[in-house]
């Protein structure tokens, strides 16, 4: 693979990464982006003092892929930890509760699921996650464990998610313990002694954006972005690729790499694999608008101490939101916080398609009877993702297989992204370096 040329579609962060890996190991990576910048849904907004994420806010702890690069990158001294002990909030019987506390269930709910030691059964192969916890902690407790973990994660529903492949920790406590609790108390004691991880969050100084601009510099010239790929063909053992933008053409590559959405890519892949197309197309998103709330701490009757909060139940009329500005310095000037409400999601993709102002009302009405929210916001932004989140949901496996089959018919494509092996970025990230090296090694 030295010195060959390869088409890397798609910036984000598994495109990326890909590229970076390949110009590594020796390969000639063209990276086709068709967005004006770099990093997919990874965007970071100054505006009026604050500092606003449109896509994902932070990197989680044990993201070691992305600690590792950006240290590599030189952007060590800008690497800025979340406040520890962050607090995290779930909206449920009509009030805002710290999770966990004994306001989150009735006495009955707390009782049922103590009972869960001792509850006979296992999961099956591929059980949904409401159907799983539902059966481990009954019906009260389950449900709304589902619930949070769902639209926290995914902005899914959890009658529709897989228990073992949209959460893997979970899969596998449920596959080597007979309890969900005792489980969860095993696997805490094997971890003492053990390193521990970095802090629950962490980001940069400048935002996520910041990796995306270290990354994205690394490539220089090989980065062409606002020219979006619009046709490609096998040719010989290798591609035919097109593109569009300032300066339209087409070229021969003897690999190319679909660092792109799993529905996007089915379509470049329509006209020379139907299969392929198809394959992917059956992956499903769920849509998500962020909405950006800079308000005065004087407007908060509770203040935005902590992470965030989920809507657990549903009835809060949002997935949740972020406490930005509490998490990191300079996200908010002094005196006011930044709020990031999250809403739509798989059981309300309507919503995503209200007007900027509809949408500022719904947050805005949400964190009133969350936090006391009084009065109108001194900023506001509003982002859209028409398809936000890949849905790991019941039978994902058997997607992914179905992708992966049709793909070895074209031995010079390659797929890679957020919808095939986890949405986090530290997974893009991980995916991306391991497509590289799989193709290097070819």
Request: charged share 20%.
């Amino acid at each position: 693979m030295r010195g060959k040329r390869v088409a890397v579609v798609g910036a984000g962060a598994a495109g990326l990464s890909a590229a970076l890996a390949l110009r590594e190991g020796g390969a000639e990576p063209v990276v086709f982006e068709a967005a004006e910048k770099p990093g997919g849904k990874i965007g970071t907004v100054p505006e009026g003092g604050f500092l606003a994420e449109d896509g994902p806010t932070a990197l989680m702890a044990g993201a070691s892929t992305a600690h590792g690069l950006a240290a590599k990158l030189g952007l060590a001294p800008e690497i800025r930890d979340a406040r520890a002990r962050a607090a995290r909030y779930v909206f449920t019987r009509g009030r805002l509760h710290a999770a966990p506390s004994l306001g989150l269930f009735s006495a009955g709910g707390w009782a049922r699921a103590a009972l869960e030691p001792f509850w006979p059964g296992r999961p099956g192969p591929d059980g949904s996650l409401h159907d799983y916890l539902v059966s481990r902690l009954g019906r009260q407790a389950g449900a709304l464990a589902a619930g949070v973990m769902a639209r926290g994660v995914y902005a899914g529903d959890p009658e529709r998610l897989s228990a073992q492949e949209a959460f893997p920790s979970l899969g596998a406590i449920s596959r080597d313990h007979r309890s969900l609790l005792l489980g969860a108390l095993a696997a805490g004691r094997a971890s003492r002694g053990k390193p521990k991880p970095r802090p629950g969050l962490w980001s940069f100084a400048g935002g996520l954006s910041a990796l995306v601009r270290a990354m994205a510099g690394r490539l220089g010239e090989r980065l062409r972005l606002a020219t979006p790929v619009v046709s490609l063909a096998p040719e010989g053992a290798g591609f035919r690729v097109g593109w569009d933008g300032a300066a339209p053409g087409e070229g021969s590559f003897e690999s190319v790499i679909l660092a792109l959405p799993a529905f996007a890519a089915a379509n470049l892949c329509r006209g020379f694999a139907p299969g392929l197309a198809g394959a992917l197309g059956a992956i499903p998103y769920a849509p998500v608008a962020v909405v950006h709330l800079g308000v005065k701490d004087s407007q908060l009757a509770r203040p935005a101490a902590g992470f965030g909060l989920i809507d657990g139940d549903g009835t809060l009329g949002m997935l949740g939101a972020l406490f930005p500005g509490w998490l990191f310095p300079g996200r908010a000037p002094e005196g006011c916080a930044l709020l990031t409400a999250m809403v739509g999601g798989v059981r309300r993709p309507q919503v995503v398609d209200a007007s900027d102002a509809g949408l500022v009302e719904l947050a805005r009405a949400a964190l009133g009877r969350a936090l006391g929210l009084a009065g109108d916001p001194v900023f506001t932004r509003v982002v859209r993702h028409a398809r936000a989140i890949p849905q790991i949901e019941v039978g994902h496996a058997a997607r992914v297989k179905a992708v992966e089959k049709e793909a070895a018919r074209f031995p010079s494509l390659a797929l890679c992204g957020a919808a095939y092996h986890g949405v986090s970025v530290d997974s893009a990230l991980i995916d991306g370096g391991v497509t590289a090296a799989r193709l290097l090694k070819g």
